[in-house]
């Protein structure tokens, strides 16, 4: 099979389930990082061993798994990361997320201790170590399988990050931890009822663990993670939270409430309120819990 023919069929498997935009982008990151194929009109043969990995591919993809668990690996931010259904794969958002904790540490040098919760992949702290080296960077997760994978993509991205596994829900948990000048969390925010409204690729592939939280309090996470900053950030330091364009204005009221600074919400290249900043300023009474 030449990769033409072989690239014009991934198309047609993969517009089952895919726009053709998104069928086109699949079959691109199939051709480019698996067979090493850039210019997908070439009449060339695909040698026996590719064409066996393709069409393993190719089935995989017709059941709907995403690209980035198949080969194993996902781009962010310009890095590769391992990636497979112990952790999330990486979105544009979070990249986003990331380009304005950068933006903010260039604009505060002063600003040098980072924590992440809920760090999956490892791809927002390994981001910041390998573009800002002179930070300290580290990362907790609930779960050993991310974390190993966070530690694996450290080793790949040649970079040190300090990984802890903890619950931060557990408050007795937050004694053992540091202040720090930044802290980041992209958490779970979707309600078990609204499952079914996710996508079928998600929902059947992607770590519930990550995605899910409790009906009764959706945003347990944010008000958690909250309270924990209050206590846990140095005076001017950030709090960073990724949002959920739909309650992104409930997480800013409580984040104020409990006395943060400067809250600003920041929309992603969707137009979509996204992203949450806050600070700690010396001439408030923090500390306040709800």
């Known amino acids: 099979m030449t990769i033409k023919l072989a690239y014009q069929n991934l198309i047609s498997t993969l517009t089952v389930h895919h726009s053709e935009g998104e069928a086109h982008s699949i079959a691109r990151i199939v051709f480019e990082d698996a067979f090493h194929v ?31 668990y198949i080969l194993g ?14 952790v999330l794969i990486p979105r544009p958002e979070t ?33 910041l170590k390998k573009e800002m080296p002179q930070l300290s960077v580290s990362a907790l997760d609930v779960s050993d ?11 790949k991205n040649e970079v040190e990050v300090g990984f802890l596994c903890t619950d931060i829900l557990d408050e007795k948990n937050w004694e053992v931890l540091q202040k720090f000048d930044i802290i980041i969390s992209n958490p779970p925010y979707i309600p078990v009822r609204e499952k079914a409204l996710m996508p079928q690729q998600v929902l ?20 958690k993670i909250a309270k924990f900053a209050n206590i846990h950030l140095h005076e001017n330091g950030f709090l960073f939270f990724e949002c959920n364009e739909f309650n992104v204005e409930e997480v800013q009221q409580f984040v104020v409430k ?28 923090l500390g306040k819990t709800q």
């Open 204 to 223: 059947e592939n992607e770590p519930h663990l990550a995605l899910f939280t409790t009906d009764e309090d959706p945003l347990i996470f944010y008000r």
């Open 95 to 127: 990249e986003e997320l990331v380009a304005w904790v950068i933006e903010t540490t260039k604009d505060n040098p002063q600003l040098q201790t980072v924590l992440d919760i809920g760090t999956g992949s490892g791809c927002i702290p390994i981001t």
């Open 73 to 86: 690996e996902a781009d962010f931010y310009g890095l590769k990361f391992n990636v497979n259904p112990s």
């Open 38 to 68: 850039y210019n997908f009109k070439k009449e060339t043969e695909l040698p026996d061993t590719q064409l066996a990995q393709y069409q393993s591919i190719k089935a995989r993809l017709a059941q709907n798994e995403p690209v980035q």
């Open 145 to 155: 399988e991310a974390l190993e994978t966070a530690l694996a993509n450290a080793k």
């Open 258 to 285: 409990i006395g943060f600074t400067s809250v600003e919400i920041k929309k992603d290249m969707q137009g979509k309120d996204r992203m949450i900043r806050a600070q700690v300023t010396p001439d408030k009474n």
